[in-house]
Nanobody
Framework: QVQLMESGGGLVQAGGSLRLSCAASGSIFSTNAMGWYRQAPGKQRELVAFITGGGITTYAGSVKGRFTISRDIAKNTVYLQMSSLKPEDTAVYYC????????????WGQGTQVTVSS
């Protein structure tokens, strides 16, 4: 199982950009997927974007065209580049890693706060 640590959150004005990083304690090469989720106050956690082991990316409709998920396998790190941020993007952002199979896991980071001011 991998341990995940997010960083890069903060306060930004609407229209600004932030890049979140998710560093894994072990190799991400064998993960089936890694993703970013977010949870705003009073709301359920929702998927923002994920990238499969084969490098295929998927985005929530609300962030498509504004956010980009990427990974650096050599650094065991996944990124979320967020641009054109809106106040409704304000949330705690969590990193997730999933591996299927008998030695599978479903790991989560502790989250990083992103606040977008209007």
């Amino acid at each position: 199982q991998v341990q995940l640590m997010e960083s890069g959150g903060g306060l930004v004005q609407a229209g600004g950009s932030l890049r979140l990083s998710c560093a894994a304690s072990g190799s991400i090469f064998s993960t089936n997927a890694m993703g970013w989720y977010r949870q705003a106050p009073g709301k359920q956690r929702e998927l923002v974007a994920f990238i499969t082991g084969g490098g295929i990316t998927t985005y929530a409709g609300s962030v498509k065209g504004r956010f980009t998920i990427s990974r650096d396998i050599a650094k065991n790190t996944v990124y979320l580049q967020m641009s054109s941020l809106k106040p409704e993007d304000t949330a705690v952002y969590y990193c997730n890693a999933v591996k299927y199979g008998s030695r599978g896991y479903d790991s989560w980071g502790q989250g990083t706060q992103v606040t977008v001011s209007s």
